[in-house]
């Protein structure tokens, strides 16, 4: 690896990522306050290129702040009951943040990260390249009735384990800069966090072994360890045979997840054997309540006594419990019926608590898609979900909306999944969420050159023909079509086409800052789906007179409601048109610096309102040379300062 060298433009570039008010270490600095004042960029690289040379650093940079949060008050002050919650100084995040970029980049420029592991990997899918690969294997096993044994292992603290003296030797084993090393060496050294409950500090600790948690560089580090493992399983050519011409897989990674293969009982046991003297030699131990084992004979599973350790312990076979991999369960094969009952439960779960919150309409659509749908997304091309099953999820998401008075019962169900800026509401599908992630997998896997994802994508288990943007342009597409040819529901669609600005139009759906309730009422009445005697009588056919139940002239649909009925335009109405020509009034109050409540809806507008700038009268009856019939404006605004150049111009 070169000589690094931290420029301007690369605190700039790396800056934009910070998040903005995230809480900050030790130093106080929220990253908006480094993102927009860009002149101190140049200072800080010149700073952190003499950190850099000189192999030194402040201590205040590496000293965190760990604030101690009880998990459970019923169990007390338990050491084990308190989930540490570590703040990093905002600078060393930065600066740690460029040096993992720069490290990255020579890993992929020299192909040293193994394919076995993807932790922080980059154009990678992480977890789910573990997953798929992992399905295909059980997959394979079953239909060619094949043997296959695995063993699931679980480091004690793997994170907070790993000398730092391993780390350092593996950074320079992997040929980074010596200038690099030296200052990653010095700044472990000086490597502490300051432990707090509440806002009361218990001292500081060092930090003599594991790594830091909350920055890039970090667990970038902790992989960077792990390489030699990957390495020594790679050479004992034992594991996994997909097909006789095909590699062999010995083992899968995802940080400290490791998962084993291999053809027989002497090749497993092997594996695991070459894995503990390894993790025993960098001070790493299993945890062995986590581990497990299980063992196929011709695709079927049987009892098995687990695999001996040295120590006389033993890693068990947990049958018939599944273990939990990378969060989806399994044994001898995916435990798909389980995973679909789990995962529907906890989104359903999800959704029902966002409905009985208080967020706006904008707000509610964004909190499912964004906490809610991800909970089925992560399963997608994991899980064998039937078309069947996901429309139920959907028609149970609907449903949830009813009840909560967010969505009317016969309001359009395709509009609900259309975009706000065309109408829509935004709502993520659920069946269009996992179709489009099945096929965002499909055609990773099928540019992917990766020895073990080649086989996944031979032996098919991701079967689509589009890509995700062909799929998710389509379904809009047909979407779109089917609101606007329907009778009813298109109606309001066509009565706006060409004669009205959408983009304006859909604003308020856009801002979404309406209550949900309110947002859900407005798209009733737009798709006629509120039963007024009009719809009862021409649409269901009923005995009902289409007659307005107040004026009793015309027959009661919705648009005459809103704007036509006699009986009610001096009241309602009036008060509608009083509402919009009250915040009107408002705005010129403050725009002319005139008296006026905080907010507009509290504002009562006085007939007369003067200064020295303008005069606003409200209601008022203007006298003018001809007769008119209407000569009482809701609002007449006279500008002095015109009033005054008017003048001087006639004279």
Not at 393 to 410: A, G
Not at 561 to 575: E, G
Request: with cysteine.
């Amino acid at each position: 690896m070169e000589l690094m060298e931290i420029t301007t433009e690369m605190i700039s570039k790396r800056v934009q990522k910070v998040k903005n008010w995230t809480s900050p270490g030790s130093d106080q600095h929220h990253g908006f306050w480094l993102k927009h004042l860009i002149s101190l960029h140049g200072k800080m690289a010149q700073q952190f290129n003499e950190m850099l040379q000189k192999g030194s650093i402040s201590e205040w940079l590496t000293t965190g702040r760990t604030y101690l949060i009880q998990k459970d008050p019923a169990k007390g002050a338990a050491p084990g009951n308190y989930r540490p919650i570590t703040c990093l100084p905002t600078m060393f995040k930065l600066l740690t943040d460029i040096i993992a970029d720069r490290i990255q980049d020579y890993l992929e420029e020299k192909n040293i990260l193994p394919d076995e592991q993807k932790g922080n990997k980059r154009k990678s899918r992480g977890t789910k390249d573990q997953l798929l690969i992992d399905k295909m294997i059980l997959e394979n096993c079953k239909s060619r009735k094949a043997n296959l044994h695995m063993t699931w292992i679980d480091y004690k603290k793997a994170f907070d384990s790993l000398p730092h003296s391993w780390i350092i030797k593996c950074l320079d084993a992997i040929g980074i800069c010596k200038t690099v090393g030296t200052f990653i060496e010095n700044m472990m050294e000086h490597w502490k966090t300051e432990l707090f409950v509440g806002n009361e500090s218990y001292g500081l600790v060092n930090i003599r072994r594991g790594i830091f948690q909350g920055d890039s560089l970090s667990p970038l580090l902790f992989i960077i360890a792990m390489i030699p493992l990957s390495t020594i399983l790679q050479k004992t050519n034992l594991g996994y045979q997909i097909s006789k011409n095909s590699h062999k897989i010995s083992h899968l990674m995802y940080m400290d997840d490791l998962k084993l293969y291999g053809k027989t009982e002497t090749e497993i046991q092997s594996l695991t054997n070459t894995v503990r003297i390894f993790s025993t030699d960098i001070n790493m131990e299993f945890g062995l309540d986590k581990c497990s084992t299980v063992a196929l004979k011709k695709g079927k599973i049987i009892e098995s006594e687990g695999i001996n350790m040295p120590n006389g312990q033993t890693i068990k076979c947990h049958q018939p419990e599944a273990y939990k991999y990378l969060g989806i369960l399994q044994l001898d094969n995916i435990k798909h019926e389980h995973v679909k009952t789990v995962v529907s439960k906890e989104y359903i779960q999800r959704v029902g608590k966002i409905l009985k919150s208080k967020l706006n309409g904008g707000n509610t659509i964004k909190a499912i898609n964004t906490w809610a749908i991800p909970v089925i997304r992560y399963t997608a091309g994991i899980i064998n979900w039937t078309q069947v099953e996901l429309d139920n999820l959907d028609r149970k998401t609907r449903k949830l909306m009813t009840i909560h008075h967010s969505l009317h019962p016969r309001s359009d169900v395709d509009r609900l999944y259309l975009p706000r800026r065309s109408g829509g509401r935004g709502l993520l599908q659920v069946k269009q969420a996992v179709k489009e992630e099945e096929h965002a997998l499909a055609e990773y896997v099928k540019q992917s050159e990766e020895p073990a994802l080649i086989e996944v994508k031979n032996q098919k288990l991701l079967k689509t023909k589009q890509t995700k943007n062909q799929y998710k342009k389509t379904a809009l597409q047909t979407r779109a079509d089917s609101w606007h040819n329907k009778t009813l529901h298109g109606k309001f669609l066509d009565k706006i086409e060409g004669k009205a600005d959408k983009e304006k139009t859909w604003l308020w759906l856009t801002n979404g800052t309406l209550k949900k309730e309110t947002e859900g009422l407005i798209l009733a009445a737009q798709e006629q789906a509120i039963r007024t005697n009009a719809i009862k009588a021409k649409i269901e056919k009923s005995a009902d007179d289409p007659k307005c139940r107040l004026c009793k002239e015309t027959d009661e649909t919705i648009d005459h409601i809103l704007s036509c009925c006699k009986k009610i335009a001096q009241t309602d109405y009036k008060q509608r048109h009083n509402y919009v020509a009250q915040m009107i009034h408002w705005n010129l109050c403050l725009k002319y610096h005139l008296p006026a409540a905080k907010n507009w809806w509290d504002h009562k507008p006085a007939k007369v309102l003067e200064n020295e700038h303008a005069k606003i009268l409200w209601d008022f009856r203007i006298q003018t040379d001809k007769v008119l019939e209407h000569n009482t404006p809701d609002i007449t605004v006279v500008e002095k300062n015109m009033l005054r150049y008017c003048k001087n111009e006639h004279v």
